[in-house]
């Protein structure tokens, strides 16, 4: 588990029908659950009389088709009237980002602790933008997170509870949307191979980790989108 802190306020609901219900608050049982989950500080609230937007996660292998499913539950939820914004980690754009891309293009080299934090790092760098938008009414749907940085480390040989050490204090999602692909289906799409751990084998070991990291607040779905990145 990790100690994520849980925003105040609910996000706000304008359908459930559907996988507009993705934006909306969750069911009783997993915000009694995620409660426990993720239990810490709890945030000052500064949220909008139409209540906060919702961080919605998706998370999987390399290529499992998560940037084109971010992209249709983005297109989608901005069609039914919400206030939404695509993200991804790794941010490339910012200065670390930028490090990380170099060393995922294997253009450097880092020790594996070091590269774990500045994973970290950079959702750090966006946490306080995130927080603002999510108080102001902004649901973010997030291309990877927390669980892409403990399973993709963990998968090296890390510890793990050292692995989640620094995400303590980062935004708990609201839900988790994990794509469940078999990492030889993910291989078969095009371009694959071309970033660091795109490899059958390695990535057979993040898939063992991301199911350790899994709780009853995450949606596990297992269809593979043909469209391309
Ligand atoms: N990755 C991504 C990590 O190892 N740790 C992290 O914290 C994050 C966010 O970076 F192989 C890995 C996962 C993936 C690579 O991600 C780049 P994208 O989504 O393929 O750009
Ligand atoms: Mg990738």
């Known amino acids: 588990m ?4 849980r925003l105040a306020g609910r996000a706000a609901s304008r359908s459930r029908v559907g996988i507009a219900a993705a934006a909306a ?18 945030m000052e609230t500064g949220g ?6 919702a961080l919605v996660v998706l998370e999987g292998l390399d290529r499992s088709g998560k940037t084109s499913q971010c992209a249709r539950l983005l297109s989608f939820l901005k069609g ?11 941010d490339r754009a910012t200065s670390v980002g930028q490090m990380i891309s170099s ?7 880092l020790d594996d602790r070091t590269i774990h934090l500045l ?8 946490r306080a933008l995130m927080e603002s938008k999510l108080l102001s009414g902004t649901t973010l749907i997030v291309d990877r997170y927390s669980y892409s940085g403990v399973a993709f480390s963990a998968a090296k040989g890390l510890d793990i509870e050292w692995c989640k050490a620094p995400e303590n204090g980062l935004i708990a999602p609201d839900l ?13 799409r095009g371009g694959y191979g071309g970033e660091r751990y795109e490899k059958i084998e390695f990535q057979k070991k993040v898939a063992e980790h991301y199911h350790s990291l899994r709780d009853s607040t995450w949606k596990v779905t297992q269809f593979l989108q043909e469209s391309p990145r």
């Open 176 to 188: 988790v949307i994990y794509l469940d692909v078999q990492p030889e289906k993910a291989a078969e």
């Open 119 to 126: 994973f970290s790092a950079n959702r750090w760098e966006k």
């Open 2 to 5: 990790i100690a994520l802190v």
């Open 80 to 90: 039914k009237g919400y206030n939404a914004e695509g993200w991804r980690f790794p």
């Open 103 to 109: 060393y995922l293009a294997n253009d450097s080299q």
């Open 25 to 42: 608050p969750p069911p009783v049982g997993l915000s009694v659950q995620r409660r426990r989950a993720f239990q810490g500080v709890r």
């Open 48 to 53: 909008s009389k139409g209540g906060r937007g």
